[in-house]
């Protein structure tokens, strides 16, 4: 898989410096142009396959945690600047699917990137994690939203 992942960055990078452009756009299509290059002339070896399901996956990953960090700076943000509260505090016990330490360990640091929650303990077992959240109206929801979203395009791409 690093030997599809280094193939494309080089020709990637052979892509921009024969269109003498070298803005970011340029790399981004590129890099996008010489991925599907290597995924139709590729054969079905299954490392290859991880590598081609993997990249989308983890374009998709990125995607959804920008939208979410936006969305929870803007909440955060309404909150600061008008006089109601519409805040409601919780310490949320999240039950984790994730069981390896670097699973844990990014689950942990992405809803802490995001603003409003905050990582703060996992139990002995690894089995809870548990979460600060400024906006916890309904737990079993707020649980919800960090399973389905989170730990499970998390585990997507790292298993």
Not at 6 to 18: A, E, P, R, S
Not at 29 to 55: A, C
Not at 91 to 102: F, N, R, Y
């Amino acid at each position: 898989m690093r030997g599809k992942f280094l193939t494309n960055i080089v020709l990637t990078i052979i892509w921009v410096f024969l269109t003498g452009s070298f803005e970011v756009v340029n790399f981004v299509f590129g890099f996008i142009v010489t991925f599907l290059i290597l995924w139709i002339i590729s054969s079905k070896d299954t490392q290859t396959e991880k590598y081609f399901k993997l990249i989308p996956k983890l374009i998709s990953f990125i995607f959804f945690f920008l939208w979410e960090v936006i969305k929870a700076n803007i909440q955060v943000a309404y909150e600061v600047i008008t006089p109601q509260n519409k805040m409601k505090p919780g310490i949320v016990a999240l039950p984790l699917e994730a069981k390896t330490d670097t699973e844990i360990t990014l689950l942990a640091n992405l809803v802490t990137l995001t603003p409003g929650t905050l990582s703060l303990d996992v139990s002995e077992d690894k089995n809870v994690l548990y979460i600060h959240a400024m906006y916890v109206h309904d737990k079993q929801e707020f649980i919800n939203e960090i399973k389905n979203g989170f730990e499970r395009k998390l585990l997507g791409i790292l298993r």
